[in-house]
């Protein structure tokens, strides 16, 4: 399915630009085998009825996520704390269609504040993002301020064994561990799924 001005929500290598200092990072993430292995549309169908609702991505990157949730009628706040990563993705935001640009906020934040107001979100998604988090429990219980009641947490990240790419072993952080962070940080885990991708974990949580 397209949109106008040629956009369409399955083809993240459609996104070309500058973003100087960004190409290697961007080529990776846009990569079409990404589709295959990452299954976005699998994570995505996670996080429920998006339409209508705000969904704060952290570590958004390019924007790969962000762009396709705000394609499904969502309101996205892009996070990344790469002024890098936001400028191109700033970039990118001007050549998509104009429902879409006014769906899509780039927002640039820190490595313990992702500058979310108060009860701003309903979800927020990390994809391969969550072990770069330093003191997680304390980030996740002050995370749960900008989540209104109810919200949910969506946690996608690489399983703790070897695989063809992503992050050494040793600086993964096994499924177990992120259960038992978000659950010290006040949170109730819903789901665990270690078989729908083959390289990932899906961990879905709510705020009580």
Known sequence: MSCKGGFDEHQGDTVTGSGPGFETEAKEYESPDRVIWQKPDLVIQELGDVN???????????????????????RVIAIDIDPKAIQWMQEQKTKFPEELQDRLVIRKATE???????????????????????NRVTYFTKLQKAIRKGGIVLIIDFKKTDTPFGPKVQERVD?????????????????????????????????P
Do not use: H
């Open 52 to 74: 209508g609702k705000t969904v704060a991505d952290l570590g958004a990157g390019t924007g790969y996520f962000s762009r396709r949730i705000a394609y499904k009628g969502a």
């Open 112 to 134: 313990d504040d992702p500058k979310l107001k108060d009860n701003e979100v309903d979800m927020v998604l990390l994809v391969n993002t969550y072990s770069y988090i330093k």
């Open 175 to 207: 499924l177990t561990d992120v259960e038992q962070e978000l659950t010290q940080a006040g949170y109730d885990v819903i789901m665990k799924d270690e078989s729908s991708l083959e390289y990932q974990y899906i961990l879905k949580a709510i705020k």
